[in-house]
């Protein structure tokens, strides 16, 4: 059984003539819990500040910084891809790190 997905960021690739490579990435403001485990090699002895510091790009001058990253991808980027993890706490098993993969979603004119 697979669980819901949820989505984490997006990511910007731009041909080069050496193969992909990776423009930028944005993440959300609020990663779960999930996500941050995958991050750690020992959830339990860590200090949890993964994503702290990146959040704050959201508060300031309300979040330029992230709009003009967003605008960098839909500009130059000829791949765009979509970092999602999967919701491991509804499966009701031991697991508690995310199954996180990308997902490619361009494609459509504007």
Sequence with gaps: ETPPMVV???VGYVETPRGLRTLTTVFAEHLSEEFKRRCY????KSKKKAFTKYSQKYQT???KDIENELNRISKFCSVVRVIAHS???KLNLRIKKAHIMEIQINGGAD
């Excluded at 090699?41 to 339990?44: H, I, R, V």
Aim: net charge positive.
């Design 61 to 63: 001058d309300g979040g």
């Design 87 to 89: 919701q491991v706490k």
């Design 8 to 10: 984490v960021g997006v």
């Design 41 to 44: 090699k020992n959830w339990y």
